[in-house]
């Protein structure tokens, strides 16, 4: 399974950023994808997951500024992030779980990304 994530940059506090995922290869007929994000100095962490069929997780404190969506259909995952902080600064990057759980442990996820840089300015 191969990962194609893109869509970040630098961006003032308060914009807006939507990335993109575009898993290919053999993810099955099920699959659950992640977005994870690891500034430096800090541990990666999740930024919300989504299974197939829609069910979402977010941490608490992302939940309402970062939404993730899904088209099936298009095999295309996407995070809209908005009203950004510098705090969100990080490398950025969307994982696939074949097993369709949609956790928030990035050990469940078998496949990764490269990594897109989200840099938010004060």
């Known amino acids: 399974v191969q990962l194609q994530a893109c869509g970040g940059g630098l961006v003032q506090a308060g914009d807006s950023l939507r990335l993109s995922c575009t898993p290919s290869?053999?993810?099955?007929?099920?699959?659950?994808m992640g977005w994870f994000r690891q500034a430096p100095g800090k541990q990666r962490e999740l930024v919300a997951a989504?299974?197939?069929?829609?069910?979402?997780n977010y941490p608490g404190s992302l939940k309402g500024r970062f939404t993730i969506s899904r088209n099936n259909a298009k095999n295309i995952v996407y995070l809209q992030m908005n009203s950004l902080k510098p705090e969100d600064t990080a490398v950025y990057y969307c994982a696939v779980d074949l097993a369709n759980r949609g956790s928030r442990h990035s050990g469940y996820y078998g496949y990764w990304g490269q990594g897109t840089q989200v840099t938010v300015s004060s």
């Open positions: 290869g053999r993810t099955g007929s099920s699959y659950a």
């Open positions: 989504i299974t197939m069929g829609g069910t979402t």
